[in-house]
């Protein structure tokens, strides 16, 4: 079985299309000072869709010109969906847990930071899952 995600020029269209709608938006923000607090390190929030602009270019044309055929069997559809699950109902322990936590004794981190590093870990954990459940089976 091939992979269900073949890149179509289609759907390189939306992606130039969304990719367009960013940046325009970031130009925007930057134009009138709107959003002037600090984001995830930018100075504003207009930079940072900039900065997630250029970025997406670059997925989008290394997509496109490393187009290639994967081959997904039942097994890794079954290791995706395990690893998916455990790591799901893990982030949904560890949030009520943080929320007890945070009851207790108040997060005092910014929130955009905060979630930038629970986004990570759920991508980290995720990955560590993957791995492992793939040495298993």
């Not at 269209?13 to 940046?23: D, G, K, P, S, T």
């Not at 900039?50 to 010109?65: N, W």
């Not at 004794?105 to 590093?117: A, E, G, K, Q, V």
């Amino acid at each position: 079985m091939t992979s269900k995600k073949v890149v179509t020029k289609k759907g390189m269209m939306y992606r130039i299309v969304f990719i367009a709608v960013l940046m325009a938006g970031g130009f925007l923000l930057n134009t009138y000072n709107i959003g002037t607090n600090e984001l995830f390190g930018f100075s504003t929030v207009g930079n940072y869709l900039i900065y997630i602009g250029f970025v997406m270019i670059l997925v989008t044309s290394i997509m496109y010109f490393t187009k290639r055929e994967k081959i997904i069997d039942e097994r890794i559809e079954m290791l995706r969906y395990r690893a998916g699950t455990l790591t799901y109902m893990v982030f949904i322990f560890v949030a009520f847990a943080l929320i007890i936590l945070d009851g207790i004794r108040p997060i005092t981190m910014r929130y955009s930071l905060f979630i930038s590093y629970a986004v990570c870990a759920v991508l980290l954990f995720y990955v560590i899952t993957y791995k492992v459940l793939d040495r298993k089976y």
